[in-house]
């Protein structure tokens, strides 16, 4: 089955708000666990932060960190600055409206760590998303990016929005369809990863709907 960009069948508002009622707090519990299994920080670049859930799970760890949320949705970040403020982070998160497409104006080589979740699969040409976060880490830094795996075919995604968004409304069942049919395979992140000097043993699968990059960028 072939990737399916997804449509622009929500406003930026509404898409905003569906994806902030959801409750992402397990996910993002997750991801900043396994994370911080490796080297982290101090200074992290998240691409597409959205309700910026995964910076805060992270500064709440530690006060080591300082975080740059970057999403290219004012709805996503206008959000994100009201949990920031409410998780008590402003002193360690700081938001940048700005697409992945268009971060011409960030440093090279300026983050020690470089994440992203569920970034790539809403991006036209993920490969640009990637190119942009593997500029951005240093050299011995770490790029640590997860999205979601398309299945091979319409019945495995109607059965995983069952199982994973049945209690949603149907707007939220309807995101998380268009976001499976958008995102990549594991054999196709690999081609990309591949082409950008990752090895493929560093993009993995690591549930049943995600596959991550892991990878430190050599000195």
């Known amino acids: 089955m072939d990737r399916t960009p997804e449509p622009d069948t929500f406003s930026p508002s509404d898409e905003a708000a569906e994806y902030h009622a959801m ?17 982290t920080g101090p200074l992290v670049i ?12 992270l500064c709440q760890r530690s006060n080591d960190y ?7 949705e004012v709805e996503m970040l206008e959000i994100a600055k009201q949990e920031i403020d409410i998780a008590g982070c402003l002193g360690q998160i700081s ?21 992203s979740n569920s970034l790539l699969h809403h991006l036209e040409e993920p490969r640009i ?18 999205d979601l795996a398309r299945p ?17 409304s149907e707007n939220g069942q309807q995101l998380f369809r268009q976001s499976l049919h958008a995102a990549l395979t594991l ?14 043993d560093h993009v993995q699968m690591s549930s049943d709907r995600h596959w991550t990059i892991d990878w430190c960028r050599p000195n």
Do not use: K, W
Not at 101 to 114: H, I, K, L, N, P
Not at 152 to 168: P, W
């Open 95 to 115: 938001l940048s409206h700005v697409a992945v497409e268009a971060m011409e104006q960030f440093e090279d080589g300026m983050a020690d760590t470089v994440i």
């Open 23 to 39: 409750d992402h707090s397990a996910v993002n519990r997750q991801f900043v666990d396994e994370l911080l299994e490796g080297p």
């Open 152 to 168: 091979e075919t319409a019945e495995e995604i109607e059965s995983m929005v069952r199982a994973y968004s049945g209690e949603e």
């Open 187 to 200: 054999n196709e992140i690999r081609a990309i990863a591949r082409g950008l000097g990752i090895p493929e």
């Open 46 to 57: 998240d691409l597409g932060c959205g309700p910026a859930g995964i910076p805060i799970e």
């Open 66 to 72: 300082e975080v740059i949320a970057t999403d290219g």
């Open 129 to 146: 998303g990637l190119e942009t976060a593997v500029r951005l880490t240093r050299e011995g830094g770490r790029l640590f990016i997860r």
